[in-house]
């Protein structure tokens, strides 16, 4: 059986078959696409990836204020130099070129010290120098005194001369950062001193007076002299004790008792005797005993002067004409005391 053929409708229809395949093409060409798009994300090219990825990479920077902006993983090193500060980068250079970026040098005693920190290490570069001097001091002599019995008593005499000796100290001085120590290192004597030696005598000189207190009511006390030491200027009491005197003067001796005041101002008494100050200063302490012991008058005061009172005459106070009269006139010794 035949059926008509319409030529127009069948070129429609060729037209409508050719616009599917185009569609259906598209439709796999975007899928392949998808497809391989995929596949390279999960299994596709390392290579690729890794290329993209660096020619994408940050890198992280470090910023150190007004020391400068550096990578943050090179190593840092921040030196602390004659009071400035400063950072260098060190990575990638060498021993020397490191010596020269540090931009310091050393000298004398100079050293260095390395405190790690988070982003390299802290470099204190410390100035130190170190001198030594030496001072010489006097060191003085001891003195020693040495006994001699073959040598009067009183007397002494240096057998020794002492002589300083030498002492040699040595100091270091030590500057740190501008900050000086000064310390005592070494101390030697190198020159030993020599000791005094003073020799003293011990031979006793004294004599016997063979004085003793008969009980004279002239006397005004009851010790007398038992002995005397010229050499060492000193006599001894009855009673043991030992007086010094600055000298002895045999005088003639009269006696007074005439009341009122004396020439220093003082009133008459007992004890209180005239004097001629040109032999006997005027307040000087006495000891008075007649020369052949026969009388004590003892302790007294130079504190009066008389018109007939010249050279080596004294004249001794007494409370009552009864005792003036009984001592009369005599030689007496006196020990001007010191």
């Known amino acids: 059986m035949f059926f008509p053929v319409d030529s127009v409708n069948n070129g429609r229809t060729g037209i409508c078959l050719r616009k599917i395949a185009y569609i259906v093409l598209a439709v796999v060409a975007v899928a392949v696409v998808i497809f391989l798009i995929s596949y390279n994300a999960f299994a596709g090219q390392p290579e690729d990836v890794d290329s993209a990825d660096s020619s994408l990479q940050v890198v992280e920077e470090v910023d150190l204020g007004d020391q400068g902006v550096f990578p943050a ?32 040098t050393l000298a004398n005693q100079d050293y260095t010290e390395k405190l790690e920190n988070e982003f390299g290490y802290d470099l204190y570069v410390n100035r130190l120098t170190v001198e030594t001097y030496t001072e010489e001091i006097e060191v003085p002599y001891e003195s020693t005194r040495v006994a001699d019995d073959s040598m009067k008593k009183g007397r002494e005499e ?27 290192v070494n101390s030697e004597v190198t020159v030993a001193p020599v000791a005094e030696v003073v020799t003293y005598g011990t031979k006793s000189n004294e004599v016997s007076t063979g004085f003793s207190n008969h009980g004279s009511s002239l006397d005004l006390t009851s010790e007398t002299i038992v002995s005397v030491d010229p050499d060492a200027q000193t006599f001894t009491t009855s009673s ?30 007992q004890g209180a005797i005239a004097v001629d100050p040109s032999v006997i200063p005027l307040g000087s302490e006495l000891f008075i005993i007649a020369s052949d012991g026969s009388v004590v008058y003892g302790y007294a005061t130079a504190e009066d002067t008389g018109g007939n009172i010249k050279g080596h005459t004294v004249d001794l106070f007494y409370n009552n004409n009864s005792l003036c009269r009984s001592f009369g006139r005599r030689n007496v010794t006196i020990y001007v005391l010191n």
């Open 240 to 269: 043991g004790t030992v007086r010094s005197y600055s000298t002895s003067l045999t005088c003639k001796a009269y006696a007074y008792c005439q009341g009122g005041l004396t020439a220093t101002g003082t009133t008459a008494r």
């Open 73 to 104: 993983d090179h190593i840092l090193a921040t030196v602390h130099v004659d009071g400035s500060t400063y950072t260098i980068d060190t990575d990638g250079l060498s021993d020397e070129e490191l010596s020269t970026a540090y931009g310091f």
């Open 158 to 184: 240096v057998t020794t001369q002492g002589q300083n000796g030498t002492q040699v100290n040595t100091y270091e001085i030590r500057t740190l950062n501008g900050e000086t120590i000064t310390t005592l």
